[in-house]
Nanobody, 126 residues
Framework: QVQLAESGGGLVQAGGSLRLSCAVSGRTFSIYFMGWFRQAPGKAREFVAAIRWSDGSTYYADPMKGRFTISRDNAKNTVYLQMNSLKPEDTAVYYC???????????????????WGQGTQVTVSS
């Protein structure tokens, strides 16, 4: 099993930046890819970004392209989400998740992930 712990959320003004971190512990050798999702009040959880652990290939939801950057530090077993030019509609709880080994489907589906963190709140004020 793996355990995930997000950090870095908070309150920021529109146009500002935040960097979220997700530390992975436990069976870290089984990491294949990791993703970030978010869930705003009253809305479904939505895909934000994903990264393949082996080669660092990245994938983004269209609204995040050019504003968000996902990265990883293999030595620290940590994945990051740098969020720039934040908007009030980015307000949500952000979750990191680790993907199913050998999964070959789309990384944007929540079904691709086997373990989730507890989430970190991001609030963007206008």
């Amino acid at each position: 099993q793996v355990q995930l712990a997000e950090s870095g959320g908070g309150l920021v003004q529109a146009g500002g930046s935040l960097r979220l971190s997700c530390a992975v512990s436990g069976r870290t050798f089984s990491i294949y890819f990791m993703g970030w999702f978010r869930q705003a009040p009253g809305k479904a959880r939505e895909f934000v970004a994903a990264i393949r652990w082996s080669d660092g290939s990245t994938y983004y939801a269209d609204p995040m392209k050019g504003r968000f950057t996902i990265s990883r530090d293999n030595a620290k077993n940590t994945v990051y989400l740098q969020m720039n030019s934040l908007k009030p509609e980015d307000t949500a709880v952000y979750y990191c998740a680790t993907g199913r080994p050998y999964y070959t489907g789309t990384y944007s589906s929540s079904q691709a992930y086997v373990a989730w963190g507890q989430g970190t709140q991001v609030t963007v004020s206008s």
